[in-house]
T-cell receptor, first 114, second 110 residues
């Protein structure tokens, strides 16, 4: 069974704060992803990584940034949160290879910016 | 990027088979067809994927049309725990990620 963890599950915070959403996986997967999902809507890829020191922007433009210093860890940071950043953020990982490799998802972080 | 078309919602009764259709008329020769599902308040869960041949696993079966322009996810005996949003997905043009649509919301009644 896949083990990928996201913290916090829920975060309500004021405008202008710096936020870091944590994502860790224990499967040794090289590829990791961040998706953004508004309620009732589809997922949009915002960042991905092929491995340590690799980060790429996804299909949806985002003001967030990511880093990949360790294989198991792929945090997402918002330097100055705004109400428009309110959404659910989902992290996923997969074994290295083509996009046919199954992705394993965490349960997400529901972010609300006041 | 290749797109998929799915019905917004479907209903099923418990212990009956469910056939979830998906159209992907612009699929390219190298696109895999993926199915994921998302239960309420959870992240998506991988269900099955295939390229040309029909596929079976412990969760479901995937039937792919000969021209690959459509596919069907088959749940052999629906349970209440199968109520979820089911996504039929192709990859993006760069082949780097999956393109999620709005999916089909499956309701299962006892």
């Amino acid at each position: 069974e896949a083990d990928i963890y996201q913290t916090p599950r829920y975060l309500v915070i004021g405008t202008g704060k710096k936020i870091t959403l944590e994502c860790s996986q224990t499967m040794g997967h090289d590829k990791m992803y961040w998706y953004q999902q508004d309620p009732g809507m589809e997922l949009h890829l915002i960042h991905y990584s092929y491995g340590v020191n690799s980060t790429e922007k996804g299909d949806l433009s985002s003001e967030s940034t990511v880093s990949r210093i360790r294989t198991e860890h792929f945090p997402l940071t918002l330097e100055s949160a705004r109400p428009s950043h309110t959404s659910q953020y989902l992290c996923a990982s997969s074994e290295y290879g083509g996009v046919d490799q199954p992705q394993h998802f965490g349960d997400g972080t529901r972010l609300s910016i006041l | 990027d290749a797109k998929t078309t799915q019905p917004n919602s479907m209903e099923s009764n418990e212990e009956e088979p469910v056939h979830l259709p998906c159209n992907h008329s612009t699929i390219s020769g190298t696109d895999y067809i993926h199915w994921y599902r998302q239960l309420p308040s959870q992240g998506p869960e991988y269900v099955i994927h295939g390229l040309t041949s029909n596929v079976n696993n412990r969760m479901a079966s995937l039937a792919i049309a000969e021209d690959r322009k459509s596919s069907t996810l088959i749940l052999h005996r629906a349970t209440l725990r199968d109520a979820a949003v089911y996504y039929c997905i192709l990859s993006n043009q760069a082949g780097t990620a999956l393109i999620f649509g709005k999916g089909t919301t499956l309701s299962v009644s006892s």
